[in-house]
């Protein structure tokens, strides 16, 4: 927990009560309230917690005034640039970059668990074709709590760890099944041969019939995309996931939890929604007529992949994702995808709107994202599927580090009740 050095004075009528300052590391200081209402008999209003902290933690920072991302301390263009996904999960885990034998060590436990328990499948069966991969994800990753007993007591830190690494190697296999189920193709099994980030490709791309061979600079790609979307502090699906633990559910339940609440539009599904918006506008003489809508008070039409609750700058890892983009279309030969080209030009545009400008919209990872994926194959239902597989290691860190502080409380919001006061029930003859 922070230093406690300052006081804060809040005063109500002729009472005056003392606020404990705490300090972060780096960051705005945190009013601790936590005795206010027995103290004061008064609750905090922050609907959409715009200025609470629920929670304190050691795994990520972001200063969003000046766009800036660090985990454990690493500048998030550092990792994406000279590390490695698997790297920054041990990081993300464990708190510090791994020696090489740590590092080994970690990349054969991952591996040794990609499989999924041969009876899943039949789950998977269930069910319908069209299913949104999301919806399968929620389903087969809540229903691990049914396969993997052996790692669901969460008072027993060595069956936490097991959890952790199982949730991390699995999400790839059920996000690539999900798909291929979809498509009505078999289930390609993983191969311990290949990378993280290789071998989810293979996944999704391999068919039994014929050989694949997955191109080193795309597994490259892949493997910044699932690092960029690694951990993102107390975002809304890590806030689902900390709030479900903290009830004591299993590890497994509380990850479906957080799948469930990434798949909104508004957070992870923004980068499906963010594709299909850039395919709705088409061409690059139809950006005014969008820019317009998103403007106007009385349309709900937004600019998908613009905004941030934390951003008030270039978001860092869109900053990264756009070179990636230029790369990968670079190298599969489709720089000038129509797409692209209305993505760039909105781009640009929004950049120097005053709309845009004084609301400090700036473009986010989601905003690019969708644009690499498209152009390595992958349907825009995959988008919010690969978000959650990549997200992965960063609930599941949070919620390690919320079981080990001995402080955690099972997290229980007030409200502002504006309800009826207490009447009498009438009789339904009556009414
Ligand atoms: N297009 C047009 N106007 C916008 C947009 C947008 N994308 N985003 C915010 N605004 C306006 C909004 O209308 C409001 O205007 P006013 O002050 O006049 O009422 C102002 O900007 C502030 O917006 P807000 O909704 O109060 O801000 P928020 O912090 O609650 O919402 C957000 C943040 C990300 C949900 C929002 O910017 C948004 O809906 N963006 C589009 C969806 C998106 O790209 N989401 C991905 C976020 S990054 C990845 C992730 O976290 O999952």
């Not at 990609?114 to 069966?125: A, G, L, V, Y």
């Not at 691990?144 to 949730?167: G, V, W």
């Not at 502090?233 to 996931?241: D, R």
């Amino acid at each position: 927990m922070a230093e406690n050095t300052k006081t804060a004075k809040l005063t109500i009528g002729e009472n005056t009560y003392d606020l404990p300052i705490l300090s972060p590391t780096v960051g705005p200081d945190v009013l601790d309230i936590r005795k206010l209402y027995g103290q004061a008999g008064v609750f905090t209003y922050d609907p959409g917690f715009t200025s609470t902290a629920a929670c304190d933690s050691t795994i990520t920072y972001i200063d969003g005034e000046k766009g800036e991302l660090m985990h454990r301390g690493y500048p998030i263009d550092q990792l994406a640039g000279q590390s490695h996904y698997l790297e920054v999960c041990f990081l993300l885990l464990y708190g510090h970059l791994p020696t090489a034998a740590e590092l080994e060590d970690f990349e054969t436990t991952i591996t040794r668990h990609t499989m999924i328990h041969e009876q899943m499948h039949m789950f998977f069966r269930g069910f319908r074709r069209d299913a949104h991969p999301m919806a399968t994800m929620v389903g087969v990753v809540g229903a691990m709590s049914a396969f993997y007993h052996d790692s669901t007591d969460i008072s027993d830190p060595r069956q936490r760890e097991i959890a952790s690494h199982r949730l991390i190697a699995k999400m790839p296999t059920i996000a690539a099944m999900a798909y291929k189920y979809s498509i009505g193709q078999p289930f390609v099994y993983p191969r311990n041969d290949l990378d993280y980030a290789a071998n989810f490709i293979h996944m999704c791309f391999a068919v039994p019939a014929e050989q694949y061979h997955v191109d080193p600079i795309l597994a490259r790609a892949m493997d910044r995309i699932f690092t960029l979307h690694a951990d993102h502090e107390q975002n809304a699906s890590t806030s689902t996931v900390r709030l479900a633990s903290s009830s004591g559910a299993n590890p497994f339940a509380c990850i479906a939890a957080g799948i469930a609440c990434l798949w909104g539009p508004a957070h992870g599904g923004a980068n499906q929604a963010c594709l299909e918006m850039l395919k709705e506008i088409g061409t690059v003489d139809r950006i005014p007529e969008y820019i317009a809508r998103a403007k106007d008070k009385n349309d709900p039409f937004r600019l998908m992949g613009f905004g941030h609750r934390v951003y008030k700058n270039m978001d860092p890892r869109a900053t990264v994702m756009k070179q990636s983009a230029d790369e990968v279309l670079e190298l599969l030969g489709v720089e000038n995808n129509p797409l692209l080209q209305v993505a760039k030009e909105l781009e640009q545009i929004a950049l120097s709107d005053p709309y845009f400008v004084e609301k400090k919209l700036f473009p986010n990872v989601d905003f690019y994202s969708g644009i690499i994926l498209e152009a390595m194959g992958f349907p825009t239902s995959m988008f919010t599927p690969i978000f959650a597989l990549s997200r992965t290691v960063g609930w599941i860190s949070q919620w390690k580090e919320q079981l080990s502080d001995p402080q955690m409380k099972i997290g229980r919001p007030r409200q502002l009740y504006l309800g009826e006061n207490a009447r009498d029930y009438t009789d339904i003859e009556n009414r």
